[in-house]
């Protein structure tokens, strides 16, 4: 798929520059934003111009996840309560099958997946934080909601192009990141493949209209 | 239904057997236990059930309702006179309330076998784990063990469907016929298929016209005489929507109000959040989150910590979506996709953010996505025998998982949801008959269980209560049943309660010990939750004492 480079940086920094997300990560912070939009038009231009070494792109995500241990809890570490919890529920059962039903490894993996399947709702980017707020809840949603069909177009595109490079970035890093506490802070790290899908979803809707080609 | 099943092999009709059986087990087992306790739209079910079975009215005293009043709300009808013939095998309890749902849930498995070999012609692999799916997930068995009108308006609405599809195929009037009556039955069953109904039958019509159009079986004549007939027979519940009856519940839960509408001119930008929470709630429904992790949000719906279908499913799940797209345009991908994204939308309209009860029927597409998923992977891996044995110990894992939490965690976690106090309490004090009761409970809801648990003539409770039934259909306030017999059902008055009844009835918060104290009750006895957590106390008055001469010592 041709790219070109100058439309694909000004609908990113439309995008980004109205993006909920953007403003909420760098509240306070403002040289976190210009570092942000550089790392996602540095991992743009990598794709394009050093396609050989564009899988050192999963290096970002995997040296950000292991700093982050600094200031983030991992899921492996269970607090007091998690363990009067399963020790509560441990009582429910036969003693010869307690251990069974409740134990630590059910708890690390409980939360492992509600770490993986927040940071795959789309809600959770496109129309509320908290998607299962009941609806009317005011709300700052990440990306702007209208950009949520240009997003899907986007990503069916990237599928029937079989180009998994970005589906696979998002899948590694999703794994990754999920064995932190809170995740979202993390999923910052989504935002190349937000940009990526937003963008070609964009201009082929552009591309249909005629006004962009 | 029955030329369908028949033309299976010996094998799959073994292992469809196999399936059902595994289906039936967790929808029946420990049925009138888990849930634990009877939740009161339950035991509204089953005593307007049994009164129409003795009185031929409801608990109001009105004859064969169209819509059956319960708590300021309206139940819509079939259910109820379903639950007639489980309450006249059974007689009064929580098992012959849950059966009616417990077996429809189990016989929608087959549907779900037949609609898909029906719309995927010879997929015999996909019909099989498409009903596999659906017997072993956590949403159709948790809405299957208990009293719930969207469990079995999903079977007659399915049914409709399969008989709908064979009709225009196989060219059956008399199939038409019986598609167009369960049609009806589904708008008389539960709120969310009185939208989809109408849709599907047209829809349906539809996709086969266009083809049909060459092939010349399907009439114009056919697909009018069954709309009028549809409608005809299912205007009744379509012309109650405009009463009080039945547009009191839409207007409780639709997302988009009135006032809202009015309030454009002034604030414009309203409009962007009409376009957008309808928009939110319905991609809520595809959502792997909601689908493969998080519970309902109302905790009477849900298994703790479970979804609707198992976190692994995700992998299928995406698989299936993206096989289905790829499909050619045929009528089998038409039917699916319809199903998809036509079932959420009446759930999508209201507030609640998944909710799963409203959303029963994406249930069945989503079974087949699932299923396709599975399905392609079978036939992509060489393996065979790796891969059946990894999905035998997959579903076994899965089903470990919901042992845990449909026998353990459900009635551990989740009886106070079910009202499990209530329903203990009239077995509590059934040796306190001519004792004067008052349960402290504002809302005078719990009536409904003592009517239920002590089985109270249903003739007795209508002549007690005169109830203005010329504008039955009208009422939208909830009057509150203020006694039964002798147990009343109100706040408690200190000075006038405790020296009017024998027995005070309260949550611990209701009557502290400090209070228990002041105004001199004894303790007779407290109903625990199975975690020994004190969920009711039944305190003795000193008119009480006197009258049972009692000696309890404090």
Known sequence: MKRNLSQIICLLLLLWGLSPWIIQLTKGHYY???????????????????????????????????????????????????IYDINQRRQYYLPSSARIFENKLGRYFYYYENNFFQAIDFNYYFFNNHPRERAGIRETEKIIFIFFPVFIFGLLILIINKKYFWLLYFIFTLSLISFINPIDPLTFLFLPFFAININLGCRFILKKLNLFS | ?????????????????????????????????????????????????????????????????????????????????????????????????????????????????????????????????????????????FFSRGAFEANA??????????????????????????????????????????????????YIFLIYLKRS?????????????????????????????????????????????????????????????????????????????????????????????????YFWMIIPYFLGTLFLFRLEKTISKKLVLGFLFLSPIPASLTGDPFSTIRALPLIFPLSIVIGMGLEKSFIYIKNKIIFISLLVIIFSLSLLMLTRNLFYLLPQERYSEWNYGYTVLPGVLSEYKDA??????????????????????????????????????????????????????????????????????????????????????????????????IILNVYITERGLRKYKLKITK
């Open chain 2, 1 to 141: 239904m029955l030329k369908l099943l028949s033309l299976m092999t010996e094998r799959n009709r073994l292992l469809l057997f196999l399936f059902f059986v595994v289906g039936v087990f967790f929808r029946f087992y420990n049925l009138s236990s888990s849930p634990l306790g009877l939740f009161r739209d339950e035991a509204s079910i089953g005593y307007n059930a049994y009164s129409i079975l003795e009185t031929g009215s409801d608990e109001y005293g009105k004859s064969f309702p169209l819509l059956f009043r319960s708590f300021g709300d309206y139940k819509i009808p079939f259910y109820i006179y379903l639950t007639t013939l489980s309450i006249k095998l059974f007689g009064l309890n929580i098992f012959a309330v849950r059966f009616s749902s417990a077996v429809l849930g189990s016989l929608t498995g087959i549907i779900i076998y037949c609609l898909s070999l029906e719309i995927f012609k010879n997929r015999k692999f996909l019909a099989i784990i498409s009903s596999l799916i659906f017997w072993v997930s956590p949403w159709s068995i």
């Open chain 2, 153 to 202: 308006a999903l079977f007659f609405f399915l049914l409709a469907i399969l008989f709908q599809i064979r009709a225009i195929e196989k060219r059956e009037k008399w199939l038409m016929v019986l598609s167009v009556l369960n049609y009806v039955i589904t708008t008389y069953t539960y709120h969310a298929e009185k939208l989809l109904a109408p849709f599907f039958l047209l």
């Open chain 1, 32 to 82: 976190l934003e210009s570092i942000i939009i550089i790392i996602v038009l540095f991992l743009l231009l990598i794709e394009k111009k050093i396609k050989k070494f564009k899988y050192f792109v999963f290096l970002f995500p995997f040296v950000y996840v292991i700093f982050s241990f600094i200031h983030f809890q991992s899921i492996l570490k269970l607090n007091e309560l998690d």
């Open chain 2, 436 to 533: 004067d009761i008052l349960v402290d409970e504002p809302r005078g809801i719990s009536y409904i269980h003592w009517l239920f648990f002590t089985k109270y003539p249903p003739s007795l409770f209508q002549k007690q209560f005169s109830f203005n039934i010329s504008n039955y259909y009208k009422m939208s306030q909830w009057e509150a049943v203020g006694k039964v017999g002798r147990v009343s059902f109100e706040n408690i008055i200190w000075g006038g309660s405790d020296k009017e009844n024998d027995i005070l009835v309260a949550t611990p918060i209701g009557i502290s010990e400090i209070q228990a104290r002041d105004h001199l009750l004894t303790k007779l006895y407290t109903i625990n939750g199975p975690d020994k957590k």
């Open chain 2, 213 to 309: 159009e060459k092939a010349g079986y399907l009439k114009i004549k056919t697909i009018i005489i069954s709309l009028i007939f549809f409608l005809l027979l299912s205007s009744p519940q379509y012309f109650l929507m405009f009463t009080s009856a039945g547009n009191n519940r839409i207007n409780n839960l639709s997302i988009v109000k009135i006032e809202d509408i009015k309030r454009i001119p002034v604030h414009p930008e309203i409009i962007i959040q009409i376009i957008k929470n309808p928009v939110s709630l319905y991609v809520a429904y595809f959502s792997p989150r909601n689908l493969f992790f998080y519970p309902d949000s109302d905790p009477q719906h849900s298994f703790p910590e479970l979804s609707v279908f």
